[in-house]
Nanobody, 117 residues
């Protein structure tokens, strides 16, 4: 059974930092591309960052590049998103995504991040 469980969301002030975690199970984590997406109210779900090639490669949305860092611990089946210099427009539900070697997509339940102005 595949599971992705996010944690670490919360309320933070403009300019603050927050760290998200996602623990995965049920698929080969090391071979999977792991990503973070976010969805603001009334908006579509947008790509934030991804880690693939077991962490050797990363990719970021332009809006978060330089402020967010995606890392992973393959021994713990965990992917992280370190967020700094947060802005009110970063407010959204953040979702963890895993895509296995057969391109099957798995999603977590989401964690709310709210940045106050």
């Amino acid at each position: 059974q595949v599971q992705l469980v996010e944690s670490g969301g919360g309320l933070v002030q403009h300019g603050g930092s927050l760290n998200l975690s996602c623990v995965a199970s049920g698929f080969d984590f090391t071979k999977a591309a792991m990503s973070w997406y976010r969805q603001a109210p009334g908006e579509e779900r947008d790509f934030v960052a991804s880690s693939f090639h077991a962490g050797a490669s990363t990719n970021y949305a332009r809006s978060v590049k330089g402020r967010f860092t995606i890392t992973r611990d393959n021994a713990k089946n965990t992917v992280y998103l370190q967020m700094s210099s947060l802005k009110p427009e970063d407010t959204a539900v953040y979702y963890c995504n895993g895509q296995d070697y057969k391109d099957r997509d798995y999603w977590g339940q989401g964690t709310q991040v709210t940045v106050s102005s």
